[in-house]
């Protein structure tokens, strides 16, 4: 009986599920319908999804779609750019569902000068990031976040020092000497540095790119406006959060030297080479030929690995508060960054502090106020180490092995400065010489900005005044141990300097604005104001000597006034007024004709009187072809069209307020009055002759734009075509005067032209999963058009092996080219055996054959032979080549001017995990590897250097018999072991002892391709579901890991290929960019992170 029952209980479950199943079959319906706009056109590929399930389709070209297997009470329609329908089924099955624009990005407020502006009214060429774009890459310092950012934004870090420069050129720049930055402005403040924020404090911020736009900051605008708009106050319940990480850091890349075999039989070689003497003193070092072997057992010191080899740890910490009451909200922020540099006791760290409060004081009048603090600390080598400091070069040609000096204990006081350089490269690590060099930069500065804005009675009407002060210090600590070569000077005791810079400014300007509509057609919008700032600068300098080796740096400077005052001297700037008056007037017909007229005039101290003020005007319009009714039937697939042209004259007023006026040097010493008799004497000296007449740089831009959108805003983009020239151009030139040898003068002129394309794309917009692409492209051609006194061509130095360089001038400006050419000799390989007609064993001497020339300008100690760097000879006094080569046949062998660069990147959600990527890259710039030229030959390297890996004796010619030891000097011996005559390939490189010990011959072989494609930074977050972290009190928790510099596509053979990192001569230095030279590496970055709001 039991059994049957069992059974019977077991059909009833069967029979029960068997109805369950046929009944939900018959309660499924098939939906079908249609999906249209506002205004009645078909929504093309609309997702219709049953609600709360993975059942859903998308709607056909006319807008219809067909839904089986409906089985709940609702249906969710959703579109990009509409906002999302839920729609509760009644028991039809035909719907008409009408969906509705949701606010498009077109109607988003960009900030502009003195004022805002919807993005879909814009008539120049703007380009914004947003502040939640920023914080998706964990930097400390802003500018790399916005990196490939931007079409036509080029940033570039010198090097990876945690302090390192960063360069901003908006659409490549115009001015020769001048400063080719753009302007900076925070909150309305102009002249802020972008490196005092913080990315958790930004709002937004907006790059004003063409004469239009950046025609309301006059004089200042020339290089393009960047407005950086931090995060405003907010009402409401108090949000409290916090985003912090900790990453991890190490170098991205080494190079490869010879190991130790190699090191050694290389110096053997060039002992040899020199004569018995350096022989000897090569046997004493490192032992006899037939020893040598030995070393191939010996591990090689790692000398990158002892300077930035080792794993680091950074750190950052926000906390921000936002809340209030309907008429008074605040906003509070603070941040802590630490920034480990690859090098030892090499750091940066901020303290950055945010304070915005808004006060509704009347229902017409409020009153805003911002105030930012920062104090920033650089520690140790810092950018590009400098002179007299550990540089980074010398982990490639630093010592192997050590060989017996390390058992010397020798008297500093006694020895040059070479041998103290020689001992420090072979007895002590790079990192302790780097503790000898201790450096300490600090910037302190704050801002505080205040004001009022008035709804007048007068509709339409609004009046804005602000007032602001800033203040910045900046003092920079350096101290030398005993060991250095500036305390050899002094006796071997330490030394140390001081110096101190203050700034202020002090900023007022009153707006009105006045906004009205007349007939539903015509919108105004105008905008009047002024503008007055003042500043000044003050610095002094102090330095000690005679220290106390028992003195930490710490100590010294905290007893600075206790040592013996070698010297001191300061200086106070000259006011830097300005005073302005501008406008704006916006008018709008139809909603699609829109016309923009930018005034400015300044007034400026810079200048001598009669040319202190400068008118600069702007005008532009823009044409929103999709609003003609005519393009009404475009509307299903194409949602924005807008043409844009605009025309404008900016200025640059980025010069020295002295130059106008005739500026001395005292200078002291004998002077010989009659015959042989002499006298001290004071004299007031000047080489420089003052200009009164010199004015602002001004540039004249001209743009044409599209703005375009598809499908609702699924793929939007705006392409730009720009052409500019830069006239009255400072540029310092000889001069034939008595007693002067150079005047500045407004002389000189150069145009550029380009094109950017940016592009935004959602690929999939789902309810649980979103991609969004980005691209943008720019391309940038420049030329110089005049230069001083119609000279064609000029010449400057980068200053990097100083007075060493052959030819001294390496970059050159010529009229019709870019600037950043590159100057000096082709390499032609090297001279083969073939290149000689014969060799005398009695002299030495080799013989050329007719016809080949002569390079004796490279100044090695092997002279001209088979393996010597060969030149080519282009050139002569009468303009065809004369067999020699010489100064006559330098020519450009460079452009470090890129061909496009731009970013791509993909970002989205899945669940509850999001993800971001980007890349950046740049194709077509030359670098000059300077570091190329040092370790591929022995310039100022020491008496046993290390080199590149490509100069060992396999690979570079060689003098040596690598079997015996023996010199090889003839002919067919130098061809059997190097040009394969003993079977083997002719080797590849030439000699590297084909230049002085302290000779440097540019040429095109250190000019290497710096294209690169770079995987700029990953992202992947994970947000914990609100239904859990609420439970705890916690809005949102998200965690998050980020790769940083994961790796770089690139042909170029140094540390990295975004490299601009010499500069000794500043004055200049925008003339000689690209040059790699002793640079930072950069590091490769694991991110570990948190947000929280509460």
Request: glycine share 10%; no cysteine.
């Amino acid at each position: 009986m039991k059994s049957m029952s069992g059974n019977l209980k077991l059909f009833r479950m069967a029979l029960l599920l068997a109805l369950t199943l046929f009944v939900g079959n018959i309660t499924a319906q098939t939906i079908k319908g249609t999906v249209t706009d506002s205004s009645g056109e078909p929504v093309i590929g609309a997702t219709v999804m049953e609600t709360g399930t993975s059942n859903g389709v998308v709607t056909d070209i006319d807008g219809n779609f067909t839904l089986q297997n409906v089985k709940g009470k609702t249906l969710t329609f959703s579109y990009i750019g509409m906002k999302t329908q839920t729609v509760t089924l009644d028991g039809r099955s035909n719907y008409a569902i009408k969906l509705e624009d949701e606010a498009s990005t077109l109607n988003d407020v960009v900030v502009i000068g003195y004022g805002t502006a919807k993005k879909k009214d814009l008539t120049g060429a703007v380009a914004t990031v947003k502040g939640q774009d920023l914080t998706k890459v964990p930097v400390a310092n802003v500018s790399e976040a916005l990196a490939g950012k931007m079409a036509g934004v080029n940033i570039t870090t010198t090097d990876g020092s945690p302090d390192a420069e960063i360069l901003i050129r908006v659409r490549g720049g115009g001015s020769i000497t001048g400063e080719n930055s753009p302007l900076i402005v925070i909150d309305g403040f102009q002249g802020g540095s972008i490196s005092d924020l913080s990315p958790n404090d930004i709002e937004d911020i907006t790059v004003l790119k063409d004469a239009s736009s950046t025609a309301i900051y006059g004089s200042e605008g020339a290089n393009g406006v960047i407005l950086i708009t931090t995060k405003n106050a907010k009402g409401g319940k108090t949000v409290i959060n916090y985003n912090g990480y900790l990453q991890t850091k190490t170098v991205s890349k080494r190079l490869d030297v010879l190991d130790t075999y190699q090191y050694v039989m290389s110096n053997y070689e060039y002992s040899a080479l020199r004569g018995e003497s350096a022989l000897n003193s090569f046997y004493k070092q490192f032992g006899v030929f037939d020893d040598l072997y030995l070393y191939k057992s010996v591990e090689a010191i790692d000398w990158q690995d002892d300077l930035f080899g080792g794993d680091v740890l950074s750190q950052s910490h926000n906390v921000s508060m936002q809340g209030g009451t309907d008429k008074t909200k605040f906003n509070l922020s603070g941040t802590y960054d630490f920034n480990a540099g690859l090098m030892p006791n090499n750091d940066f760290s901020r303290y950055a502090f945010l304070f915005k409060l808004n006060h509704e004081l009347s229902k017409s009048l409020k009153f805003s106020l911002t105030a930012r603090v920062n104090d920033q600390i650089a520690n140790g080598q810092g950018t590009q180490g400098g002179t007299y400091k550990v540089r980074t070069e010398q982990t490639l040609y630093g010592v192997a092995t050590k060989g017996l000096s390390g058992m010397i204990t020798p008297d500093f006081t006694t020895m040059s400065e070479e041998e103290i350089e020689e001992w420090q490269r072979a007895n002590m690590s790079l990192a302790e010489q780097s503790e000898q060099y201790w450096r300490r930069r600090n910037n302190r500065g704050f801002v505080f900005n205040a004001a009022l804005d008035w709804t007048t009675p007068l509709k339409g009407l609004k009046a804005h005044l602000e007032g602001g002060y800033s203040y910045g210090f900046n003092e920079v600590k350096n101290w030398y141990g005993a060991t250095t070569t500036q305390a050899s000077y002094v006796g071997g005791n330490p030394l140390a300097d001081w110096t101190k810079t203050n700034t202020s400014t002090i900023r007022e300007s009153f707006t009105l604005t006045y906004d009205t509509r007349l007939n539903d057609i015509h919108q105004f919008n105008v905008m009047v104001g002024q503008e007055l700032r003042s500043g000044r600068s003050n610095y002094n300098t102090m330095a000690n000597n005679n220290l106390s080796t028992s003195f930490t740096p710490e100590y010294v400077f905290a007893n600075f006034g206790l040592s013996t005052m070698q010297s001191m001297t300061g200086f106070v700037s000259a006011n830097q007024n300005k005073a302005s008056i501008f406008g704006r007037l916006n008018y709008t017909l139809l909603d699609r004709y829109l016309f923009t007229v930018t005034f400015r005039e300044d007034g400026s101290s810079q200048f001598a009187p009669g040319h202190q003020w400068g008118f600069f005007p702007a005008a532009a319009a823009s044409w929103r072809i999709i609003e003609e009714p005519w393009m009404k039937s475009t509307h299903k697939w194409l949602s924005n069209l807008k043409l844009r042209f605009s025309y404008g004259k900016v200025g640059n007023d980025k010069i020295s307020n002295t130059q106008f006026v005739q500026l001395y040097n005292t200078n002291s010493g004998s002077k010989r009055y009659g015959v042989g008799e002499t006298a001290n004497s004071h004299q007031a000296v000047s080489t420089t002759l003052a200009n009164e007449n010199l004015t602002w740089e001004k540039r004249t831009t001209r743009n044409i734009g599209l703005d375009f959108g598809f499908l609702r805003e699924r793929l939007t983009g705006t392409l730009d075509f720009y052409w500019n020239n830069t006239d009255d151009l400072l540029i310092n030139h000889n001069v034939a005067a008595p007693g002067y040898t150079t005047v500045w003068e407004n002389s000189a002129s150069t145009s550029n032209k380009g094109v950017e394309l940016t592009l935004n794309g959602v690929i999939i917009q789902k309810q649980k999963f979103h991609l969004n692409a980005n691209f943008n492209i720019g391309f940038d051609k420049s030329n110089v058009k005049a230069l001083a006194n119609g000279l064609q061509e000029m010449t400057f130095a980068s200053g990097w092996a100083s007075t060493d360089n052959k030819n001294q001038q390496d970059y050159i400006v010529r009229v019709g080219d870019p600037i950043g050419l590159v100057y000096g000799w082709q390499s032609d390989g090297y001279y083969t055996v073939d290149d000689f007609a014969s060799y005398n064993e009695t002299t030495g001497a080799y013989t050329l054959k007719d016809g080949v020339p002569n390079t004796s300008l490279l100044g090695g100690v092997i002279g001209i032979r088979p393996g010597a760097m060969k030149l080519k000879d282009i050139s002569g006094p009468d303009g065809v080549p004369d067999g020699v080569v010489d100064a006559e046949d330098i020519t450009v062998i460079g452009d470090t001017n890129p061909d496009f660069a731009g970013g791509f990147g993909f970002s989205g959600d899945i669940y509850d995990f999001d993800f971001n990527v980007n890349f950046t890259y740049k194709v077509g710039n030359d670098i000059y590897n300077a570091n190329k030229i040092q370790t591929s030959s022995r310039y100022r390297a020491g008496t046993y250097p290390n080199m590149r890996a490509d100069m060992s004796q396999s690979n570079a010619y060689s003098y040596i018999n690598p079997e015996t030891g023996v010199l090889l000097t003839s002919l067919e011996d130098l061809a059997y072991w190097n040009e394969g005559g003993n079977g083997q390939s002719a080797k590849k490189m030439w000699s590297p002892f084909s230049t002085g010990d302290a000779v440097v011959v540019p040429t095109d072989w250190a000019l290497d391709d710096a294209s690169f494609l770079r995987l700029q930074s990953v992202t992947l977050g994970y947000t914990l579901p609100v239904t859990l972290t609420k439970k705890f009190g916690v809005q949102r928790l998200r965690f998050y890991v980020t790769g940083t510099n994961l790796f770089v596509i690139t042909d170029y053979p140094g540390f990295d290929p975004e490299v601009s990192s010499y500069a000794r001569n500043s004055s200049y230095s925008g003339l000689t960019p690209g040059i790699d030279f002793s640079s930072y590496p950069k590091s490769r970055a694991f991110t570990f992170g948190v947000n929280v709001t509460l």
